[in-house]
């Protein structure tokens, strides 16, 4: 079955740190970039960060420095390291599939985990 699942969400406070999981299964992710996205109650989605087939990552303004994506391709998953945790930070997060670039449009997307931050 081809999918994404996203584990390792959850709740932290402020200044915390999660690390987000996104498994492929039925692909290889060698040729995809791979995006993570937000949606927080009330609020339209939003792209957080991108990590294309060769590696070229690319962040949110508002999570620059502060996020990490990474992929393992041997694993077939993407990780989002988030460090510094902000209670704006409080959404759900998935993981979607792209083409090569991290420009070409998303068509998999993952079921989403839920991050919480609060104090």
């Known amino acids: 079955q081809v999918q994404l699942v996203e584990s390792g969400g959850g709740l932290v406070h402020p200044g915390g740190s999660l690390r987000l999981s996104c498994a492929a299964s039925?692909?290889?992710?060698?040729?995809?970039?791979i995006g993570w996205f937000r949606q927080a109650p009330g609020k339209e989605r939003e792209g957080v960060s991108c990590i294309s087939s060769d590696g070229v990552a690319l962040y949110a303004d508002s999570v620059k420095g502060r996020f990490t994506i990474s992929r393992d391709n041997a694993k077939n998953t993407v990780y989002l390291q988030m460090n510094s945790l902000k209670l704006e930070d409080t959404a759900i997060y998935s993981c979607a599939r792209a083409g090569r670039t991290c420009h070409t449009p998303h068509n998999l997307w993952g079921q989403g985990t839920q991050v919480t931050v609060s104090s």
């Open positions: 039925g692909f290889t992710l060698d040729y995809h970039s």
